[in-house]
């Protein structure tokens, strides 16, 4: 199957994915070597992804049922839109961020465990420069993400993007989003006849992240 020419770039990313997915389960394997296709690997190239980057979320998928196919796809639609923008379609040749060189789990920013590496590793992966043997939004930065104002993987890449690398914005952010999903929860267990009112209203299942 072609992806270029004859369908959106988001439609050949989905058809992509449905078909690595039961192709993985067709021939299981745990690595990116010989599992794409030519015209899969150049769709891939065009967003500025690279095999191995996506077969991790193929096999997470595949495997264990997160993150979602929605979800994917909007992480892949922030990494390109910066590939296209802000790198004008050229990865470079910058050195990879490996393990090592992510901050350990337990540093934390203002009190918050985790947030200076997941950070870190939502800069590389807009950059492409994570390295091949990480995943951005693994199982810990989705236990992250949720347990501190439940924010959505590709919003987290586009608040490390707006920042730019003032890590004062990033803490503020997660902050912010924290609060509007303690205060969302606090509305729902709200007695009737106290403040929102309990039909009518749409109260937010996902924060919004803001800066100010």
Avoid at 115 to 121: E, H, T
Avoid at 136 to 151: M, P, V
């Amino acid at each position: 199957m072609a992806y270029n020419g004859y369908m959106e770039w988001n439609d050949g990313f989905m058809s992509l994915l449905r078909n690595a997915v039961a192709r993985y389960h067709e021939r299981p394997q745990s690595t990116a070597s010989n599992f794409f296709l030519p015209d899969e690997i150049q769709l891939l190239a065009d967003i500025g992804y690279t095999p191995a980057e996506m077969f991790a979320y193929v096999l997470d998928y595949a495997t264990v049922g997160d993150p979602s196919p929605s979800t994917i796809l909007l992480i892949a639609a922030a990494r390109r839109t910066f590939f296209l923008t802000a790198q004008r379609g050229i990865s470079g040749n910058a050195k990879p961020v490996k393990a090592a060189d992510l901050p350990s789990p337990d540093d934390d920013f203002q009190g918050i465990p985790y947030l200076p590496r997941i950070i870190r590793k939502a800069e590389a992966k807009l950059h492409g420069t994570l390295d091949t043997g990480l995943m951005y939004y693994d199982e810990q930065d989705r236990i992250f993400l949720r347990e501190h104002g439940n924010i959505h993987p590709a919003d987290f890449l586009y608040l490390a993007w707006t920042a730019h690398g003032d890590k004062q914005k990033m803490v503020k952010g997660v902050l912010n989003a924290m609060k509007t999903a303690t205060d969302a929860e606090n509305a729902e267990h709200r007695p009737a006849g106290h403040g929102a009112q309990q039909t009518g209203e749409n109260i937010p299942r996902q924060s919004e992240l803001k800066l100010d």
